[in-house]
């Protein structure tokens, strides 16, 4: 696997509606596997393989991993300390984001910290209590004056982190969905011919509620969509177990708040994971979304499922996975392209 690609991916900054830089990463590497690559008005590329051989009108696979990240969005500059107010870009949970090192992007890029008080000045009470986003700034360390000529309302900040070996796992910000990203494309150049259309999108604005995939859908038509995203490990500290384990295998994923898998789908998928040995798990859950429900309700519908990379710590800093994981998604997501005509259609 390259992994100097999915650090790229992972540590490359790109909130919901601000997804250019890992845009610029992954279009050449579209093109490399692609027969054409567009960008739609919302700013997902949609990367189009055409069907192998002839005879007949070819199915259309979709496939989709979203390059947003969560993030947060400037509303104003405080006018003495100049300490920069925020609303969030996604799910956040605030704890998560005190003591961060952050990125603004401002008319410059600007080192940023999000800081609490210290430890020392809170009574008792303070102490006990989680912090709500709506009270945490960021300190870019700057005079009030010096930061309103350089930051302004609806400019973005990101997380910083590099990608880091944990033991077994790899831990970044953003795996959340760069890792589903880099599944798409390594898929696409490990799939061998196949009598299906296949567009790989890279979607836009996921974490704001799956709006790119829907437009991109719309575009699209495909017969079958696949999300290719994360999905929360059961195996982390504090939580009661069920669920995936980070290194059981690729998730299939049947169930989560957005949607359910269309049968037929996940059949395939198990079937296909069973025939080539590729270690597998499933995820079922009443939480959580991803693009998948985007993908089975555009237009006429689609039949519609998720290949989920299991990941412990989700929307934090410190998101980790297990490279077995990965490697077994990208085999997974490989043999449905070249095996997805196996489904039924009706078109
Ligand atoms: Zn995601």
Redesign the pocket.
């Known amino acids: 696997m390259r992994m100097d690609l999915l650090a790229r991916l992972a540590e490359a900054h790109g909130p919901s509606g601000r997804e250019e830089a890992v845009a610029a990463i992954v279009r050449p590497e579209l093109e490399a596997v692609c027969d054409r690559v567009e960008t739609d008005p919302l700013g997902s590329l949609l990367g189009t393989r055409a069907a192998a051989n002839g005879g007949g009108t070819p199915g259309r696979l979709m496939l989709a991993a979203?390059m947003d990240e969560i993030g947060l969005m400037v509303t104003a500059v405080d006018e003495s300390s100049g300490f920069v107010r925020v609303i969030p870009l996604g799910g956040w949970d605030a704890r998560t984001l005190v003591s961060q090192r952050v990125l603004v992007h401002g008319r410059e890029p600007l080192d940023g910290v999000v800081g609490t008080p210290p430890v020392h000045v809170l009574d008792a009470d303070a102490r006990g209590k989680a912090p709500k986003l709506e009270d945490l700034v960021v300190d870019t360390g700057r005079s009030a004056d010096r930061v309103r000529e350089l930051v302004r309302p609806g400019d973005v900040v990101t997380r910083v982190r590099t990608l880091r070996t944990l033991g077994d796992l790899v831990t970044c910000k953003a795996l959340?969905?760069r890792v589903?990203v880099f599944v798409m494309l390594e898929a696409m150049r490990a799939a061998g011919p196949s009598p299906t259309e296949v567009i790989a999108a890279a979607t836009v604005q996921?974490?704001v509620g799956l709006r790119g995939a829907r437009a991109a859908a719309g575009r699209v038509r495909p017969h079958v969509g696949l999300a290719i995203?994360?999905c929360p490990s059961g195996d982390g500290p504090g939580q009661k177990g069920g669920g995936t384990k980070l290194g059981a295998g690729a998730a299939i994923r049947v169930m989560d708040a957005s949607a359910i898998g269309s049968r037929a789908l996940v059949d395939l998928l198990e079937s296909l994971a069973v025939e080539r040995d590729i270690p597998h798990q499933f995820h079922v859950s009443d939480k959580g979304g991803?693009d998948t429900a985007s993908l089975q309700l555009s237009g006429e519908g689609s039949i519609a499922g998720c290949v989920s990379i299991p990941q412990r710590y989700g929307h934090s800093s410190v998101e980790a996975v297990h490279p077995d994981d990965v490697r077994a998604c990208i085999d997974l997501v490989a043999a449905l392209v070249e095996r997805v005509h196996e489904l039924p259609r009706d078109s």
Do not use: V
Request: charged letters at 55%; hydrophobic letters at 0%; a negative charge.
């Open positions: 979203h959340d969905d589903g996921e974490e995203d994360t991803t």
